[in-house]
Nanobody, 115 residues
Framework: QVQLVESGGGLVQAGGSLRLSCAVS????????MGWYRQTPGKERELVAI???????NYAESVKGRFAISRDNAKNTVYLQMNSLKPEDTAAYYC?????????WGQGTQVTVSS
């Protein structure tokens, strides 16, 4: 069983920054894809950013140029650096690890951006 634990969420003013961390209970070196997603009440979970084992990244249009995903294989941790935050970025943020046939999710961390 793989466990993911997110941290780093909180309350920040618009224009501010936060860095989310996702600590994984196993080596992430061989995990093909890891990502960050977010969800607000009444809406479906949406992709924010993903990173492959090779380091290729992809972002939702709404966060391009403001967010950056990275992975530290030595620390088994994936990060999401969020800059120039907007009130519409307010959501619960979840980390995902996509193994060959199974997806694992963390419990989420809340990000609230005040205007």
């Amino acid at each position: 069983q793989v466990q993911l634990v997110e941290s780093g969420g909180g309350l920040v003013q618009a224009g501010g920054s936060l860095r989310l961390s996702c600590a994984v209970s196993t080596s992430i070196f061989s995990i093909n894809l890891m990502g960050w997603y977010r969800q607000t009440p009444g809406k479906e979970r949406e992709l924010v950013a993903i990173i492959t084992r090779a380091g290729t990244t992809n972002y939702a249009e709404s966060v391009k140029g403001r967010f950056a995903i990275s992975r530290d294989n030595a620390k088994n941790t994936v990060y999401l650096q969020m800059n120039s935050l907007k009130p519409e970025d307010t959501a619960a943020y979840y980390c995902r690890a996509a193994l060959s046939t199974v997806n694992y999710w963390g419990q989420g961390t809340q990000v609230t951006v005040s205007s």
